[in-house]
T-cell receptor
């Protein structure tokens, strides 16, 4: 499947600042998933977005799926040191077989 | 059952040796996936199973790699005649759509080929 592009690849923010990572595809996506991987850890599922224009929130995290279903974003409000890690978007364009293809990820560093 | 279990956690092997990794998924999950991750990259798909059937295998996977999931429970990934380029973290994940679309990953097996 078409790999999604993620930007930026790296981001350093001061604790308390906001952070946003973007995921873009040249093709229409069936759905998009987001994962977080802490340093030395394994990816942990955060959320799946399916509907055009969908917005979901988890505490300080806000996930959006674009109207055209070709892009998605993850926004973290008032970052904390516990937010450190790499955030991956992953697309499932396998026609229902639920095989996801991961982006390269955005590595977030939070400076205390 | 608290999650996906992978063994061993670390494996150091000499080039040319065979290695086998094991994954025990969450018991109710019927789908099981193998991914490989190298430093600074996202997980790369290798293969996946629905129950005991292997439904897809990545073109990136050479014939030195083989995976099984007998009886639709645990799975093994074998690499024959290992090469230095096989050094990576091998991740197993399971899911149970439509109730659980997201993958639950294990802690991975880190392979180092020397």
């Amino acid at each position: 499947g078409q790999q999604v592009m993620q930007i930026p690849q790296y981001q350093h923010v001061q604790e308390g600042e906001d952070f946003t990572t973007y995921c873009n595809s040249s093709t229409t996506l069936s759905n998009i998933q987001w994962y977080k991987q802490r340093p030395g850890g394994h990816p942990v599922f955060l959320i799946q977005l399916v509907k055009s224009g969908e917005v979901k929130k988890q505490k300080r995290l806000t996930f959006q799926f674009g109207e055209a279903k070709k892009n998605s974003s993850l926004h973290i409000t008032a970052t904390q040191t516990t937010d450190v890690g790499t955030y991956f978007c992953a697309e499932d364009n396998s026609g229902g077989y639920q095989k996801v293809t991961f982006g390269i990820g955005t590595k977030l560093q939070v400076i205390p | 059952d608290t999650g996906v279990s992978q063994n061993p956690r670390h494996k150091i092997t000499k080039r040319g040796q065979n290695v086998t990794f094991r994954c025990d998924p969450i018991s109710e999950h019927n789908r099981l996936y193998w991914y490989r991750q190298t430093l600074g990259q996202g997980p790369e798909f290798l293969t996946y199973f629905q129950n005991e059937a292997q439904l897809e295998k990545s073109r990136l996977l050479s014939d030195r790699f083989s995976a099984e999931r007998p009886k639709g429970s645990f799975s093994t990934l074998e690499i024959q005649r290992t090469e230095q380029g096989d050094s990576a973290m091998y991740l197993c994940a399971s899911s149970f759509p439509p109730r659980n679309y997201g993958y639950t990953f294990g802690s991975g097996t880190r392979l180092t080929v020397v």
